[in-house]
């Protein structure tokens, strides 16, 4: 009995020493995807463009009328209002890694509230508006097989895109765009009312706690293609004859 007794004790001590080194291991894990992370990283160029006929178009501002849209911005269009409301040029200051848990409040590794204006990450607002009733999703497909331009991250380093991310928060509900999960080919980000102007706030960061990112992402350049798509309240693509395309 006596014995037993010391054998379940041996025992508990080996399974509290491995749980505790399991733990350690663990806690490793998440300081390396942290590490000092790519503090020379910068953008090569970022577009978001919009290819789905003269339904959706999307800007920068609020608008009256579906006219005074566009159907693309560039890497300029972005980086200028983001110098103007932000206060720091996207192609002079790198991303940081950061995190969070709400999609409005950003933190360091060490817990430290990481502002808007400091670049560690990008916030701005586009505006979009829809001829008819609509669905808009972020989708991977592209416009034709000619030409590639659905949603992508692209890079040199194939570990950066795993560590992005892309939050589109509209009424409420954000929608967070992973490059590095495997995922639909379409992601639902709000819906539309005919000609009325639907806000919604995007953010772009470096995800730290993603096990990709380390190090290794250091001076790595990287390109962001957002294509948005429309479709009917039922999610069924639009057709020729409903869009009202001419081409």
């Not at 590794?109 to 586009?126: I, M, Q, R």
């Not at 972020?138 to 040199?156: C, H, M, R, W």
């Not at 639907?198 to 953010?203: D, P, T």
């Amino acid at each position: 009995m006596e014995e037993d007794k010391r054998k379940t004790q041996k025992n508990l001590v080996k399974t509290s020493i491995l749980l505790s080194l399991l733990a350690l291991v663990a806690l490793t894990a998440v300081t390396v995807a942290w590490f000092s992370i790519a503090d020379n990283a910068r953008v090569r160029t970022m577009s978001l463009e919009l290819i789905t006929g003269v339904d959706l178009r999307m800007d920068l501002d609020p608008h009256e009328t579906i006219g005074e849209y566009v159907k693309t911005l560039t890497f300029e269009d972005i980086s200028q209002r983001i110098l103007e409301e932000k206060g720091f040029s996207m192609e002079e200051v790198p991303l940081e890694p950061v995190t969070t848990s709400d999609y409005k409040r950003f933190t360091y590794e060490n817990g430290a509230v990481v502002e808007p204006a400091s670049g560690a990450y990008l916030e701005f607002t586009l505006h979009f508006m829809g001829e008819k009733d609509m669905l808009v999703h972020l989708t991977d497909e592209n416009s034709s097989a000619d030409e590639a331009d659905g949603t992508a991250v692209n890079s040199k380093n194939p570990e950066l895109p795993q560590a992005m991310r892309i939050a589109f928060t509209a009424d409420g509900k954000t929608t967070v765009y992973d490059p590095g999960k495997n995922r639909e080919k379409k992601q639902l980000l709000f819906s539309l009312k005919k000609e009325e102007d639907k806000e919604v706030k995007v953010h772009i960061w470096l995800e730290g706690t993603d096990p990709a990112c380390t190090d290794a992402l250091r001076n790595a350049d990287y390109e962001i293609r957002l294509r948005f798509d429309g479709t009917d309240l039922d999610g069924k693509p639009f057709s020729q004859e409903q869009t009202g395309d001419e081409d």
